[in-house]
């Protein structure tokens, strides 16, 4: 009897311990070490049943209005901003309302916010709670064969009482394309695993075993006379999805994006461009016919199809560096990639109250960045001064302006706080002594105009704004087109995720914001003329306390073909860096 109940043990542990193959560790074919073999499994049993007890928590199961049909969701944070397919929720987009059960037993009102037809996700918000259990996304690029690959969801509606169920398994592939239909529904770049994955589990979370979200579970191969798993189950990259965060936030409708290239595979020479459309992104990059396309955002890009998969892990109108061969050099080009938007059976409608939540969302971080006293606060009489250098040569710069500088900030009859900022004794051309902004030049009123909303972000009344013709437009990466580069202390090359929000600041003009979107700090201004063509963007940097808040006192600015640093000083200071 003793020998009949060990054999399946000394199995156990022998599995388990060959997976440690080239750890230190027991010797099992002693009989004495079974017993710290045995509590190595149990040890590895007892951390999954915990990391499953507490991812648990945050995974939902998704309903429509009605509580028919089922899918999954898993929640990302406190707020209950929550991912799913959106396949699973296609049929809640008439009035984007559908119910979301949680291992506490209770069903709650979901609202869909932003969905991603092309590459089937979407973002809802759970409802009814002050906060919510959640998990956060991991880094899907670290993803390795054999990794660890938990699922946890709602197959076949089994979860009655609301728990999700578990299944475990390894990653049985990386960087996996599966082709959708009609343009929808397109898995680039996509976790391949062998965990059981099955309909119901749609949408929910692909968890590694540190408990982070690494894809959104949703398709399956399956066998050819039925609708159940074969062992090969397909899930997002996290890291895909997060490039969306801010798009799906804020309730808008994701394009992805493409380079617009015809490409072609030749033997012995790699991925050549054949065709570059005239204005479209390629074109825009300065990419030729005839160039070998190497790497794509700093990733190798071999063969087409490795390309295509990469190519639709990105939004619309995002910015990254493309590198080719042309003739024997190894050049690196910047490009915005073209939207392709999703075909839908309706036109895609705006909520305006989801927008204007996340715009609401972002410049109350950008506050809570900012503002190291009380966001009514006046900055007092403060003189500062401004140099300016070209950056081909930023060690010798000239004066800009010099002037004092103050603000108030008064309180209207409906409760908005106004801000105003107020430059005397204005000692240079560019702000001519005394006289009305509009006397300046265009491109100044617009820079004075950026700057007066800087300030009214950071003092307003959030709740109280109304945000009349300002709009969420989604996200963006932080990437420096030239090849100049900052000189500042936490000037970067670029990659954060960016929260942009655009604001009109005349009757002809506007400003691009863009936030981090983890700080909320102001990384990046665009501005725009519609009548004078005048476009200039700059990046703030090296931030620093004044009169109560946190001001950018180095200012790297591109406009045209010109490109310059301008660096604030105070009173009394030596220079314009600390």
């Not at 149990?42 to 429509?64: G, M, N, Q, T």
């Not at 955002?297 to 080719?324: A, C, I, K």
């Not at 655009?502 to 700080?519: L, M, N, Y």
């Not at 201004?525 to 004078?532: E, F, G």
Request: proline share 5%.
């Amino acid at each position: 009897m003793i020998q009949h109940k060990l054999v399946p043990v000394v199995a156990v542990v022998a599995l388990v311990v060959a997976s440690y193959a080239l750890a230190a560790g027991p010797d099992v074919s002693n009989r004495d070490d079974l017993g710290a073999a045995l509590a190595i499994v149990r040890d590895a049993e007892a951390r999954r049943v915990a990391l499953i007890d507490r991812i648990a928590p945050s995974v939902v199961c998704v309903y429509d209005k009605s509580e028919r049909g089922g899918g999954s969701g898993v929640i990302i944070d406190a707020e209950g901003y929550g991912l799913t397919n959106f396949h699973v929720v296609r049929g809640m987009m008439g009035d984007r309302r559908g119910r979301g059960g949680l291992n506490d037993g209770w069903i709650y009102d979901i609202e869909v916010l932003g969905i991603d037809p092309i590459g089937d996700v979407a973002m809802f918000r759970m409802l009814g709670r002050e906060s919510f259990p959640f998990t956060v996304l991991g880094d899907s690029d670290r993803v390795r064969l054999g990794d660890a690959a938990i699922v946890l969801g709602n197959p076949f509606v089994l979860s009655e009482d609301q728990t999700p169920s578990a299944s475990y398994g390894i990653v049985t592939g990386v960087q996996r394309y599966q082709g959708g239909t009609k343009g929808a529904l397109t898995y680039t770049d996509c976790l391949q695993v062998d965990a059981p994955i099955n309909p119901g589990n749609s949408g929910g979370p692909l968890y590694n075993d540190a408990g982070e979200i690494i894809g959104i579970n949703g398709r399956i191969s399956i066998n050819a006379r039925g609708r159940f798993n074969v062992g090969f189950g397909y899930a997002i990259a996290s890291n895909q999805i997060a490039r969306f965060i801010p798009t799906l936030r804020a309730g808008l409708l994701a394009t992805h994006g493409t380079m617009s290239l015809g490409l072609d595979d030749v033997s012995g020479v790699g991925l050549v461009i054949h065709d570059v459309p005239r204005g479209r992104a390629g074109d825009r990059a300065g990419l030729r016919a005839g160039d070998v396309l190497v790497a794509f955002d700093g990733q190798p890009t071999p063969t087409r199809n490795r390309y295509v998969s990469l190519m639709g892990t990105y939004p619309g109108h995002w910015p990254l560096f493309v590198e080719v061969l042309r003739d024997g050099e190894r050049q690196k080009h910047f490009a915005r990639l073209d939207p392709i938007a999703p075909k839908l059976r309706k036109p895609y409608k705006i909520d305006r109250e989801i927008n204007l939540r996340q715009i609401r969302r972002v410049i109350g971080r950008f506050q809570a960045f900012a503002a190291l006293a009380d966001h009514a606060q006046a900055l007092t009489a403060t003189t500062w001064s401004v140099e300016r250098a070209d950056l081909a040569d930023p060690e010798n710069p000239t004066r800009a302006f010099a002037a004092t500088v103050s603000t108030r900030t008064p309180k209207y009859a409906d409760g908005r706080l106004g801000s105003v900022v107020e430059f005397d004794d204005r000692s240079a051309d560019r702000f001519p002594s005394g006289g009305d902004p509009v006397s300046l030049p265009s491109e100044d009123q617009m820079l004075l105009s950026a700057q007066f909303v800087v300030w009214q972000m950071m003092t307003m009344d959030v709740k109280a704004e109304t945000f009349a013709g300002v709009s969420h437009v989604g996200g963006d990466a932080l990437v420096r087109p030239m090849a100049h580069r900052l000189l500042a202390a936490d000037a970067s090359d670029g990659g954060a995720l960016l929260e942009v929000i655009d604001w009109p600041i005349s009757e002809k003009g506007s400003a691009r914001f863009a936030f981090d979107a983890a700080t909320g700090r102001l990384e990046r201004i665009t501005l725009k003329d519609s009548v004078t063509s005048f476009e200039a963007t700059l990046y703030l940097t090296n931030y620093r306390e004044l009169g109560g808040h946190r001001w950018p006192f180095v200012v790297e600015t591109y406009a045209g073909d010109s490109a310059y640093v301008e660096r604030i000083k105070t009173e009394g200071e030596a220079g314009g860096q600390p």
